[in-house]
């Protein structure tokens, strides 16, 4: 614990460090941006095309020149030490932790029913991660496993309503919250209500022209009546 405690010491300081030169890179820019820009109207206003620089319009836009290099010197040197601060949480995690992984490659290490079950947990994060194909593979040419299409089918489904909400498609989600009602009524959930809220909220957004779809569509907060009786309940985005 101890270890972890220092290095999540060492990362805030990097952060905090980050977040700094953030805020003093973006302060100095503007800052840059703005004289560029007031030199440029002063400069429209005083030149004359058929004339050369003046002396002193040169002698300005050099010192523009000069301080837009230091500038940029300055925030390179200041983003380099950043970099050195980084090192130092990586050496942090080398000094605390030890990094020598060998053991676990040490044949009679992993009992068969040790690897079997670290393969099917591996293989269930693939699955919870969306990377079906990768879990598949895993499956059928490395692990040799044979995983029941009930155990799969949950996480094929959970990804594709992910997908769909991604796409801002609430119907495979509503449709699932349905289905699944009685689960979730005994669970004192109420998901299937805040989808068809939601849902009901869009058509509401859309104006007149889902006027009639939208008052269809509030006969599904029926079942949902006896808890949620009263109108900001159902209306607290409004």
């Known amino acids: 614990m101890d270890q972890c405690v220092t290095v999540e010491r060492e990362l805030e300081k990097v952060v905090q460090k980050f977040?700094?030169?953030g805020q003093h890179c973006e302060r100095t820019l503007d800052e840059l941006i703005e004289y560029t820009s007031s030199l440029k109207q002063?400069?429209?206003q005083t030149a004359h095309p058929d004339e050369g620089l003046s002396g002193t319009l040169s002698l300005v836009l050099t010192q523009c020149s000069?301080?837009?290099?230091?500038?940029?010197?300055?925030l390179a040197s200041d983003?380099?030490?950043i970099h050195s601060s980084v090192s130092r949480v990586g050496k942090a995690i080398d000094k605390n932790f030890d990094a020598d992984i060998s053991s676990v490659g040490i044949e009679g290490c992993w009992q068969a029913e040790s690897q079997?079950?670290?393969n099917e947990v591996m293989v269930e994060h693939y699955f919870r991660q969306g990377m079906l194909d990768v879990a598949e593979e895993l499956c059928q040419v490395e692990a040799g496993l044979t995983m029941d299409?009930?155990?799969k089918e949950p996480f094929v489904e959970l990804n594709r309503?992910?997908?769909a909400l991604k796409l801002r498609n609430m119907r495979p989600a509503l449709e699932w919250a349905v289905a699944n009602r009685e689960m979730l009524m005994a669970q004192n959930s109420t998901l299937e209500f805040k989808l068809h809220r939601l849902y009901f909220i869009s058509l509401l957004m859309g104006g007149t022209a889902n006027q009639r779809e939208a008052l269809q569509y509030a006969k599904n907060f029926q079942p949902f009546a006896v808890n949620h009786q009263k109108g900001e309940a159902v209306?607290?985005?409004?």
């Open 66 to 74: 000069k301080r837009i290099k230091d500038t940029v010197q300055k």
């Open 42 to 44: 002063e400069l429209l």
């Open 19 to 21: 977040a700094s030169y």
């Open 161 to 163: 309503i992910l997908e």
């Open 79 to 81: 983003h380099k030490d």
């Open 116 to 118: 079997r079950i670290l």
């Open 235 to 238: 209306f607290p985005l409004l």
């Open 149 to 151: 299409p009930n155990q």
